[in-house]
């Protein structure tokens, strides 16, 4: 292995200023749900298992990144779950010198079973997705009856510590916006982060319209229907991008994301790296620099830091989705890393 040593007059920053510290980690495109904004009922065309990045090739690209500024790491998927071996990955990823935020965005199916050694590998905190408290209406957006399995995997994450438990509801008009008041009084009685994110466009069978989705002004009128809401402002618990309230006296709080009606591009820190060893420079975007071969080539690390840079000085300034120009990506969320 080459020598590098921590340099902090090159750290990952990109072309506009803003500086590289977060890495969205997909590490399979599988899933044991087919919710319909995500994937179709069937007829994916999966990545073959030999194309997909094996746990050490991630590990060395982390260790690399981590040296130049990389400091939180999401692992995501697909359903990362549903990965063998994922336990001692993510116990690995942990002791990566500089990587001090590790956590997990997951369906939450699994998570009863698991969140105990999840929380013993290291892993700090999960973000569930849940977009329904009504058992028909999540079995019909997620094509699964695994309510119950959701509603005990918070319980177990909370239980075992990977706080705070945050819980993702994507908004859809006519979908689940009924819904919006019982998810922000979660909140109240659990320590639960329940955040509310706008319906994003990617091109699939449920074929996104912009009326649609739900803005996360609106969503807030909404949820102060039930209380006042007092703006939190400390960093505890990563808050990325969500803007974060709560109710007076609540348990936990509430958090607005609004990549399409009002987006944070402005303080974009991340870059995500598919299953299949693409780096990408934005969600909404279908620039992708391929790492894998170089990972597989015997390059030394010289040459995976160079693409990384490579990938940070692409970054484009923002999205473009609320203008003519946008095209929708050709990969949906569960093959990009949600
Ligand atoms: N399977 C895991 C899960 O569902 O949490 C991780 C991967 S999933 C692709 C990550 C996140 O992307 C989920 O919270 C999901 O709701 C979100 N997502 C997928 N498609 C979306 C869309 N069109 N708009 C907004 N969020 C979306
Ligand atoms: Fe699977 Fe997550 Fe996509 Fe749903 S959102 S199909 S759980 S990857």
Redesign the pocket.
């Known amino acids: 292995m080459d020598e590098m040593t921590k340099d902090s007059d090159n750290m990952l920053v990109d072309g506009y200023r803003r500086k590289i510290d977060y890495l969205r980690i997909s590490i399979t495109d599988r899933?044991n749900l087919r919710?319909v904004?995500?994937m179709p009922a069937e007829g994916i065309d999966l990545i073959k298992s030999a194309n997909i990045l094996r746990y050490e090739e991630i590990i060395r690209l982390v260790r690399i990144a981590a040296r130049r500024g990389v400091s939180k790491v999401r692992v995501?998927?697909?359903?990362?779950l549903v990965r063998k071996g994922i336990i001692d990955f993510l116990s690995e990823l942990n002791s990566i010198e500089g990587v001090n935020d590790l956590s997990l965005?997951?369906?939450g199916v699994l998570l009863a079973k698991m969140a105990g050694e999840l929380a013993a590998s290291g892993l700090k905190r999960v973000?569930v997705?849940l977009?329904s408290l009504k058992p028909d209406r999540f079995e019909k957006m997620t094509r699964g009856d695994n309510l119950g399995d959701v509603l005990n995997g918070l319980k177990a994450a909370e239980g075992a510590g990977l706080s705070p438990v945050k819980i993702?509801m994507?908004v859809i008009k006519d979908f689940n916006e009924d819904e919006i008041i019982d998810f922000a009084r979660m909140s109240i009685d659990n320590p639960y982060h329940v955040r509310f994110?706008e319906?994003?466009p990617?091109d699939?069978e449920a074929g996104?319209q912009k009326d649609k989705c739900i803005s996360a002004a609106e969503i807030k009128n909404i949820c102060s229907e039930v209380a006042p809401l007092v703006p939190v402002s400390d960093t505890k618990g990563g808050a990325g991008p969500a803007r974060r309230f709560k109710y007076a006296h609540a348990k936990g709080e509430i958090g607005l994301i609004s990549p399409v009606s009002d987006h944070f591009c402005g303080s974009c820190n991340r870059l995500r790296l598919t299953a299949d060893g693409k780096l990408r420079t934005c969600l909404f975007s279908d620039k992708e620099i391929d790492v894998r071969t170089s990972l597989r080539d015997g390059s030394e690390d010289s040459v995976i830091e160079k693409i990384l840079f490579q990938a940070a000085i692409e970054k484009p300034e923002r999205h473009y989705i609320n203008e003519n120009v946008f095209k929708r990506c050709s990969r949906?969320?569960?093959l990009i890393?949600?």
């Open positions: 899933c919710c904004y995500c995501t998927g697909g359903e990362p965005t997951t369906n973000n997705s977009d993702n994507v994110i319906y994003m990617f699939t996104w949906t969320m569960s890393g949600g």
